[in-house]
């Protein structure tokens, strides 16, 4: 879910029509840009990531930004320094994250973009968010599903146990014998789970089937619906571990070194260096909007162990900002809700564009533990075949009916807010 650099990553493709930026500008003779957000890429106010840095590392200091930008950017096209949001409508699109934010400006700045487009938008500040792995639990292929589950269950019950050598021959069957900490053991696999956000755009995403074959097809036969349970699941995963994947995660690094998560003094901790977006992403992470991924609750099936609880991600925040957090300290993500309003939010010329298949649905508008109405005025889409942020490219609609559906929804809500713009009288916003 990282905002990263447009110089450095490709984001010039949403420039053009392979994009839904691309496509509202062309309807509407309109330009694009790709705005990289403080405290990403280069885009830095001081020369370094610490703690005093990143003080001004906030979603406010953010939305902020974009009005700041809107208003002073002289744009290098012939009348590029008379088209202000007062003086022409401006459309503000924004996926994940930035999607959330573009949610977040609406109700923070209302009136300044004349319509927004918020894709798989983050809008609900959540500290346990363990049901990032529901939609990865429920829309997996049913027998590998089915077979994490079990050898979750059977991992767990040697973790949990007394049995020092079972759980030195568990970790030993991952090539993780090195590693220390049991939770930094289990958080590992986690791993293999997270493969499923490269099924969004311009991922690879054959990485997450290729565990999945590993644990189902023996001999070319794939298992049926039910697995083929839980000793058998464990076994296969360990080996899918050693016979290749450890080594494409960790290279020539020992266990302890490339996994483990208690050394403070380790550079991936200390590191203050800028262009360092997973630095940046877990300062808003641990200070504003949590979404620890860990086990599900009891009482609910889980593809991840039950040893991995929030606090372990809270200690993480001490090892990057231990100037920030002396002692375990959560999320502030009530505070953020209240700001922003969370699933509560209620703006205008606003659309929201989510997949069924999103790891991150739970915290959006569409989530299943909320209720938000699509309405003329905050209008929403929801794909039965999208994953993170696939309605914000143009192909996945040719790919998926349901996907060019949320699209065609998308812009049609676009030229009907743009429809009602109107330019605005003593510096005001009017639609």
Same mark, same amino acid.
Not at 21 to 32: M, R
Not at 84 to 113: E, H, Q
Not at 261 to 266: I, L, M, P, R, T
Not at 393 to 409: E, N, R, Y
């Given at each position: 879910?990282?905002?990263?650099?447009?110089?450095s990553?490709?984001?010039?493709?949403?420039?053009?029509?392979?994009?839904?930026?691309?496509?509202?500008?062309?309807?509407?003779?309109? #330009?694009?840009?790709?705005?990289?957000? @403080?405290?990403?890429?280069?885009?830095?106010p001081?020369?370094?990531?610490?703690?005093?840095?990143?003080?001004?590392?906030?979603i406010?200091?953010? !939305? *902020?930004?974009l009005?700041?930008? #809107?208003?002073?950017?002289?744009?290098p096209?012939?009348?590029?320094?008379?088209?202000?949001?007062?003086?022409?409508?401006? +459309?503000?699109?924004?996926?994940s994250?930035?999607?959330?934010?573009?949610?977040f400006?609406?109700?923070?700045?209302?009136?300044? =973009?004349?319509?927004?487009?918020?894709? %798989?938008? +983050?809008?609900?500040?959540?500290?346990?968010?363990?049901?990032? =792995?529901?939609?990865? $639990?429920?829309?997996?292929?049913?027998?590998? %599903?089915?077979?994490?589950?079990?050898? !979750?269950? @059977?991992?767990?019950?040697?973790?949990?146990?007394?049995?020092?050598?079972? !759980?030195?021959?568990?970790?030993?069957?991952?090539?993780?014998?090195?590693?220390?900490?049991?939770?930094?053991?289990?958080?590992?696999?986690?791993?293999?789970?997270?493969?499923?956000?490269?099924?969004? /755009?311009? $991922?690879?995403?054959?990485?997450?089937?290729?565990?999945?074959?590993a644990?189902?097809?023996?001999?070319?036969?794939?298992?049926?619906?039910?697995?083929?349970?839980?000793?058998?699941?464990?076994?296969?995963?360990?080996?899918?571990?050693? *016979?290749?994947?450890?080594?494409d995660?960790?290279?020539?690094? *020992?266990?302890?070194?490339?996994?483990?998560?208690?050394?403070?003094?380790?550079?991936?901790?200390?590191?203050?260096? +800028?262009?360092?977006?997973?630095r940046?992403?877990?300062?808003?992470?641990?200070?504003?909007?949590g979404?620890?991924?860990?086990?599900?609750?009891?009482?609910? /099936?889980?593809?991840?162990? $039950?040893?991995?609880? /929030?606090?372990?991600?809270? $200690?993480?925040?001490?090892?990057?900002?231990?100037?920030?957090?002396?002692?375990?300290?959560?999320?502030q993500?009530e @505070?953020?809700?209240?700001?922003?309003?969370?699933?509560?939010?209620?703006?205008?010329?606003?659309?929201?564009?989510?997949?069924?298949?999103?790891?991150?649905?739970?915290?959006?508008?569409?989530?299943?533990?909320?209720?938000?109405?699509?309405?003329?005025?905050?209008s929403?889409?929801? %794909?039965?075949?999208?994953?993170?942020?696939?309605?914000?490219?143009t192909?996945?609609? +040719? %790919?998926?009916?349901?996907?060019? #559906?949320?699209?065609?929804?998308g812009?049609a809500?676009?030229? @009907?807010?743009?429809?009602?713009?109107?330019?605005?009288?003593?510096?005001?916003?009017?639609?």
């Amino acid at each position: 879910m990282h905002w990263f650099s447009p110089r450095s990553s490709g984001y010039t493709g949403y420039l053009t029509n392979r994009t839904v930026n691309g496509q509202i500008a062309q309807a509407h003779n309109g #330009a694009t840009i790709v705005l990289e957000h @403080r405290f990403y890429g280069f885009s830095n106010p001081l020369p370094d990531l610490s703690v005093e840095s990143l003080r001004l590392h906030t979603i406010q200091q953010a !939305i *902020d930004d974009l009005e700041y930008f #809107a208003n002073n950017v002289k744009l290098p096209f012939p009348g590029g320094d008379q088209v202000g949001p007062d003086k022409a409508p401006w +459309v503000l699109v924004g996926g994940s994250y930035s999607g959330a934010l573009t949610a977040f400006t609406n109700v923070n700045k209302p009136g300044l =973009f004349a319509a927004s487009w918020a894709s %798989s938008a +983050v809008v609900e500040s959540i500290t346990d968010f363990w049901a990032y =792995f529901e939609p990865i $639990r429920q829309h997996m292929p049913q027998n590998c %599903s089915l077979d994490v589950q079990a050898a !979750i269950t @059977r991992l767990d019950s040697i973790l949990t146990g007394k049995n020092q050598t079972a !759980i030195d021959a568990l970790k030993a069957s991952f090539g993780m014998e090195d590693v220390v900490h049991l939770d930094d053991f289990a958080g590992a696999l986690k791993y293999n789970l997270y493969t499923w956000q490269d099924l969004s /755009p311009g $991922r690879d995403a054959s990485v997450f089937y290729d565990f999945c074959d590993a644990l189902e097809v023996v001999n070319g036969v794939n298992a049926g619906p039910k697995g083929r349970g839980g000793e058998y699941a464990l076994a296969a995963w360990g080996k899918f571990w050693t *016979d290749g994947y450890y080594a494409d995660t960790c290279g020539d690094l *020992d266990a302890e070194t490339c996994l483990g998560s208690y050394n403070a003094n380790d550079t991936f901790w200390t590191s203050t260096d +800028v262009n360092n977006d997973y630095r940046s992403w877990s300062w808003i992470v641990c200070t504003e909007m949590g979404f620890f991924q860990e086990s599900a609750p009891l009482g609910y /099936p889980t593809i991840v162990s $039950r040893v991995l609880q /929030p606090a372990y991600d809270e $200690r993480t925040c001490q090892q990057f900002f231990p100037a920030a957090f002396p002692r375990l300290t959560a999320p502030q993500v009530e @505070r953020t809700n209240f700001a922003y309003e969370g699933w509560n939010l209620h703006t205008k010329h606003l659309y929201f564009g989510n997949g069924q298949r999103d790891p991150w649905l739970y915290s959006t508008v569409s989530s299943p533990f909320t209720y938000v109405p699509d309405t003329p005025e905050q209008s929403i889409g929801l %794909s039965a075949g999208g994953f993170h942020c696939s309605d914000l490219i143009t192909s996945f609609g +040719v %790919s998926d009916a349901s996907v060019l #559906a949320v699209q065609k929804k998308g812009l049609a809500a676009i030229t @009907r807010y743009l429809a009602e713009w109107k330019p605005a009288q003593s510096g005001a916003h009017h639609y």
